[in-house]
């Protein structure tokens, strides 16, 4: 398995404009996770899906931000408009049965930079 | 509510020495501990985790970490490090009540091994 796959790895963007994130997770995980990683905050918890329902968005800092799971193998989150305080990695993780066993697997991250 | 603490910014030591990753949580009831290692530009890996059962866990690449519930801590361990286990660690915990989507990570710990 080639692992979870986000892309873009990079993505530097303008102000007000709109940015969609994609996320491809390992075949068979149940679990998706979003999280954002900044200096200044650390790790953070965006929003995770289970069987493609999201369970639990309270980590989605405001309404400019959404994310989607249309299929077990895809998500999306979009920022709209974006701004500067947005800038940060956003990392993509799946996981079998909530982790329990393997913990999650991690993406290789989107580097966003709003400008 | 769950808390995680990494007391240390970033470690040093000498290639072939022992090498200690300190964590402290704070959880209502039993906690679910875990620890993750992040290389540059790359997404999170589970190293280990403590469910229940015996208090020292083993991982990948050589680490263990031991549950202490008296002291609240796991601390990560390596009896011998390598130059190439220079990289950001991160402690996480979960609340026996809470669902498995919401692990609280720590702001993690940089390593640094020198040859």
């Known amino acids: 398995d080639a692992g979870v796959i986000q892309s873009p790895r990079h993505e530097v963007t303008e102000m007000g404009q709109e940015v969609t994130l994609r996320c491809k997770p390992i075949?068979?995980?149940?679990?998706l996770f979003w999280y954002r990683q900044t200096m200044m905050r650390g790790l953070e918890l965006l929003i995770y899906?289970?069987?493609?329902?999201?369970?639990?968005d309270s980590g989605m800092p405001e309404d400019r931000f959404s994310a989607k799971m249309p299929n077990a193998s895809f998500s999306t989150l979009k920022i709209q408009p974006s701004e500067p305080r947005d800038s940060a990695v956003y990392f993509c993780?799946?996981?079998?049965?909530?982790?329990?066993?393997?913990?999650?697997?991690f993406g290789s991250g989107t580097r966003l930079t709003v400008v | 509510a769950q808390s995680v603490a990494q007391p240390e910014d970033q470690v040093n030591v000498a290639e072939g020495n022992p090498l200690t990753v300190k964590c402290t949580y704070s959880?209502?009831?039993?906690?679910?501990l875990f620890w993750y290692v992040q290389y540059p530009n790359r997404g999170l890996q589970f190293l280990l985790k403590?469910?229940?059962?015996?208090?020292l866990v083993k991982g990948s690449y050589g680490f263990e970490a031991e549950f202490n519930k008296s002291q609240t801590s796991f601390h990560l361990k390596k009896p011998s490090a390598l130059v190439s286990d220079s990289a950001l660690y991160f402690c996480?915990?979960?609340?026996?009540?809470?669902?498995?989507?919401?692990?609280?990570f720590g702001a993690g710990t940089q390593v640094v091994v020198t040859p």
């Open positions: 993780a799946s996981s079998l049965r909530e982790g329990r066993q393997n913990g999650y697997t």
């Open positions: 075949s068979g995980h149940d679990y």
């Open positions: 899906f289970n069987n493609n329902v999201p369970i639990d």
């Open positions: 959880v209502s009831g039993n906690p679910y």
């Open positions: 403590y469910i229940t059962g015996d208090n």
């Open positions: 996480a915990v979960r609340a026996p009540t809470d669902s498995w989507g919401k692990l609280q």
